[in-house]
């Protein structure tokens, strides 16, 4: 079972295409939303794949973390996109670089904000991805440059790349204006996050793409 975790806004592009992608996940993984204010959003012990989905703030952000706490914790698949790429930060900060982090938008006056307002804001905005060489992410999307979608206005402030490096966090692909744009895990079976959002597209085309399509795969090994 693979755990969409996040608040569900109809009214949001990005969570209609994140229903169009549930739709044409293989219907073994049994995908679907979990609101993180639910009773469901604390327990993960049936999740074979976790993936954290853009819509911040979170209605209860305790309950992101603790699911990325979880992944990190069992070796559960974990993609994040978006808000879900910022809280796994928030959390990678805390957890492996023993930084008192903290989210800019719920924690504006805080002394860390790893993740801190990008001085472009990207709410509709496409950029190139430029994958790192090496890394998983090469491997997964290959390494062309390609068009990514943003709907954000927060991502890894400059300040805390080398701190999170040193503590064993990989970036896995950049993007000229908009700084990292995804972050891996080399010591898990499948950590994967992202500032783009890999499923915009899936309600036209149909098509997963590479990043959705690894985390299903990573989520589905015995």
């Given at each position: 079972?693979?755990?969409?975790?996040?608040?569900?806004?109809?009214e949001?592009?990005?969570?209609?295409?994140?229903?169009?992608?549930?739709?044409?996940?293989?219907?073994?993984?049994?995908?679907?939303?979990?609101?993180?204010?639910?009773a469901?959003?604390?327990?993960?012990?049936?999740?074979?794949g976790?993936?954290?989905?853009?819509?911040?703030?979170?209605?209860?952000?305790?309950?992101?973390?603790a699911?990325?706490?979880?992944?990190?914790?069992?070796?559960?698949a974990?993609?994040?996109?978006?808000?879900?790429?910022?809280?796994?930060?928030?959390?990678?900060?805390?957890?492996?670089?023993?930084?008192?982090?903290?989210h800019?938008?719920?924690?504006?006056?805080?002394?860390?904000?790893?993740?801190?307002?990008?001085?472009?804001?990207?709410?509709?905005?496409?950029r190139?991805?430029?994958?790192?060489?090496?890394?998983?992410?090469?491997?997964?999307?290959?390494?062309?440059?390609?068009?990514?979608?943003?709907?954000?206005?927060?991502?890894?402030?400059?300040?805390?790349?080398?701190?999170?490096?040193?503590?064993?966090?990989?970036?896995?692909?950049?993007?000229?204006?908009?700084?990292?744009?995804?972050?891996?895990?080399?010591?898990?079976?499948?950590?994967?996050?992202?500032?783009?959002?890999p499923?915009?597209?899936?309600?036209?085309?149909?098509?997963?793409?590479?990043?959705?399509?690894?985390?299903?795969?990573?989520?589905?090994?015995?």
């Open positions: 079972m693979i755990v969409a975790l996040g608040d569900r806004d109809p949001y592009l990005t969570h209609r295409e994140i229903d169009a992608a549930l739709e044409l996940f293989p219907l073994a993984t049994e995908a679907h939303w979990v609101a993180t204010d639910s469901e959003a604390h327990d993960f012990d049936a999740a074979s976790i993936w954290l989905l853009p819509g911040t703030p979170y209605r209860d952000a305790d309950a992101a973390f699911a990325i706490r979880h992944c990190l914790g069992t070796g559960t974990f993609l994040g996109t978006c808000g879900g790429f910022q809280h796994a930060l928030v959390e990678l900060a805390r957890t492996r670089a023993g930084i008192d982090a903290a800019e938008e719920s924690d504006p006056g805080a002394a860390a904000p790893v993740v801190s307002r990008l001085a472009c804001t990207l709410y509709g905005e496409v190139t991805v430029t994958p790192v060489p090496g890394t998983r992410f090469a491997e997964i999307c290959g390494l062309e440059p390609f068009e990514g979608f943003h709907w954000c206005g927060y991502g890894l402030d400059p300040a805390y790349v080398e701190p999170l490096e040193r503590a064993g966090v990989v970036v896995g692909a950049t993007a000229e204006d908009a700084g990292v744009e995804a972050i891996e895990l080399p010591d898990h079976p499948f950590f994967l996050a992202t500032a783009f959002q499923q915009v597209g899936a309600g036209t085309t149909r098509d997963l793409g590479s990043v959705l399509e690894a985390f299903i795969a990573a989520a589905s090994a015995p």
